[in-house]
């Protein structure tokens, strides 16, 4: 009982505090496609890289049968309630997204009237009509199972969102044999295209080909600025908030959500170089170069007039002064990952910074930035590659709390949202015990200081007077500075 | 811009046309504003004109000549004009207690702008004079004086030559101290090196290479710069920017007649009459009007310029500077998309917007090829993030190229004098040709100054009642701060500040109601 009020709590915590994060869950589905060949996406396929598992799903030539298609009551649309061993398929998966998951509301998102004006910013939608047919593409990769979907349709009640086959790969080569006996599953897994969505790293992965990108799915700076929020993904944050139709065999273990953290920046980070190298290779029409959304939002966007050094500017060196710091959100994870052995952290580390700086440059040079992207990726997966397979190397929650906490310590003397935010989750997630006593009213303060002020869609952070929800930059740094203090004692204890 | 760069584009178009008027009128725009150096003619310093030019003295004013100039140039420069403070403002060289002292904070800020900027220790010096004293000073800009005589002391910040052009030709004996230089034609006078500071379109050539930039003449403030902490550099308008100035010259309505005035008046306008006509048709014109719509059109050229300029190596184009500020910087707001004018694609800078200004009078198939070349600019600022460079680059040849041609409407019109009728016609012109730009602070400013400046004249010549003006031109004044800071004993980060603020909160519906409203009384007392 108690854990489940410590649950609720945490789930509490959770959606307060990504509000924001959350609400771009309901217009995103997940799919992934890393050896997609027949979408608009032109980009060659490396066979060092079909190996996350979750490279079958050729969404554009393979039929979709359709969520309804999974609704018998005897298969994936009945109550089920008996079947409660840890493992087991519920039985009742259809149901519950259908009644609790957001990814089945996405296509009321994308029919919405602020949807419509942001497809008619973008020149997608002229006169009710689909005028750019690349675009809605674009748009549906993530937001519908079928993407072949016609301009006529564009109505609330038409299609199904992002159902069943779009994480678990378009049904048509493995529906009629991934239910006949015990291993037939196991065989569509392994043989037609049904996703292993098991393992987190995989599983992380095609939650992060929308939440992120991929290098069919561009939601870029033009459409955030005609209205679509700005993606803040973290794995842990969103499987905790999300209605599960599944059971994990360790989900009660204290390390899970470290888990899914960790799966996550990996994912992450290879999701956004995915992207990357899509849109310096210019391999989607949607796809622009150079692409404003690499770099964070409040280095361009703060209001101009104050005193220098004293905005809501990150504090970056001279050498990018006038010149924008790259968006770290989903790039720098594996940094701080006690996993990875520390030579191969530290050269991907360095490859990251040479990637970085050559997106800062003044002209960033796309073809290069495409080879490093793509480089850095193999690199990557090379560092979590067990037999073929991305796999989460063993580590020690112990150490990571640790890396996690003296990350959070190092923000106080840094202006930047995006890492005080990205080790504020990584303590949370981290941590065995930060939702109960004392923990949790110092994790609120932190949360406090990172919630985005009422009208803005961006942190304005921290301020130098405290406004509203936003702490002064020494209100900050004192509630930080305790903070830390109070997570360590607490490690040592 | 040297002429070089535009011979062969230049051939290419005059060929394919074959009209006789065109092929006089294709000519480089630079050189057109007849503000180059000639060869051979250097920078000789303010002390060499000083000598004269500091009070009246009886022998000039035996030998007739004070009639035109005033002969006290150089003191009302020295003691009133801001721009020989402009090197003294950035100087690095003052004591720490010189620099607490200093209330306007400017050396302090140069100094803190050059070490941000991150220069090595042994390029300084270089970079200085190279990025900052180009037009602190207005030194060693290539085309301007290729050879600074060692007299030329920058100490003295914007000094005469840097606006009257070299002077080391022109001041010699027989030239410019004589009664007869005044009658010679603008263009002989170019030839030894003197500016022809009469005609508008020059004149605003000169102020803007500084005042908007001149990549060519390394005057340039980067986006580097003003993230370094270089004040933003307001819009421009040529009567505003003077009236800014403590005049040391004569307006040409209150210089007297001389016996080469018909000649004089010859050379410098085609108006049709006999010499009293003429000569009351100059005194009668709306000459502030004038100069602020040719000042307006030049910063309109020399935009564009710019761009070429810019876009001549397309691999080093995109300086955020060349684009609007608030484009970018403006906090992310929940309703922001929804002020953004629905032409233009989300999420890509614009221009700063100085591509729109045209003007009445002008042959309709002219006006057509500039509006379209603009609509094809900005579509391709448009066409990708910072826009596509090289297309940039060859529209901005062909844009130059049709201003070439309109260049030789220009000196039509300098050559012509504005009349109320002129005055009312612009302001209606403005008012309606301006409309959708209004939304941005910049292009609203200026457009204000220009508006300005007509009711202005409008109303000092008796057409207009101060009263049916006055209230909505000052509620404009404020929503835009169109008075310039001059020297103020106030730190220039903070009159920094406050521009900016002034900026990001201006009220663009309103700003389009009170200029409608300015124009619409003109045209009704008309």
Redesign the interface.
Known sequence: MTKQIALVRNLKIAAVTFALLLAVVEQTRGQTSTADTSSSSNLPDDPNLSSWGIDSIHRMTQGVRGAASCATSSCHGGPKAGVSSLGAPRGSEYPLWLERDPHAQSWKTISSEASLKILTKLGILRDGKIAYAEGFQNCLACHNTDPNITAEQLSPRIAEGVGCESCHGPAEPWYDRHYQGSASAKFAKTNLGLTDSGPLVPRAKICASCHVGSKDRDMNHDIIAAGHPALYFDMAVYHEAYPKHWRDKDQNQSNFRSKLWLAGKIAMADAELELLESRACKSLPVSTWPELSNYQCNSCHFQLGGIPKANSQPDHDVVTRGRAPVRDWNLNGFAMLSAIPAPTQSELVNSLNGLRELLQSPNPDSKLIAAKSHQLRIQLFNSINENGKPTLPAWSMKSQTAISIQRLDETRQSNSWELAAEAYTAVWATHPNTSTGHLALVMNTIRNGLLFPKDLMMPHFPRQQSGGTSPSLREWNEALQQAVVALKNDELR | MTGQKFVLPMLAFTLGILSSTLIAAAEPTHSAYHATVPTGVNSIGVKECAACHSAPNPIYDALGVTKFVRLVEATEWRERDKHAYAYQLVRQDLSPDELEKDERKSNQLSI?ITS???WKPEERKNKFEQKCLTCHVGMNASERSPKVDPKFNIQFGVQCESCHGPGSEYTKLEHHQQVSWRAKSPEEKAELGMWNLSSPSTTAKICLSCHLGNIDEDRFV????????HP?LPPFDLQVFLDAMPPHWRPLQEKPLFENQAEYNRVHFDIPGNSDEIQSAIRDSYDKTRRSMLGGLAANDLGIELIHQGTAKP??????SNYN??G???????N??QI?P?SR????PFPANWLTLDYPNIHVSSRDTHASLTREMLASFDS???GDAQRLNQLSVKHLQSLADRFQDRRKMEKQVMSKKDVVQWLDFLNTSRQESLTDFWVAKQTAWMVCVAIDELVERGDLKIDSVSPSQRELRELLRLDLQLLQKQSV?SV??????T??HFDAARCKELIDLLVNTAVSRR
């Open positions: 803190d941000k900027l991150n980067s986006h580097d710069m003003y993230a370094a902490g933003v691999s080093t184009w995109g300086d955020y500020c608030m970018c910087h403006q906090e992310l707001k929940k922001s998309t953004r629905h694609t989300p999420g890509r990708v993030p910072f980060l920094q500040k406050s521009i900016l603020e900026a990001q």
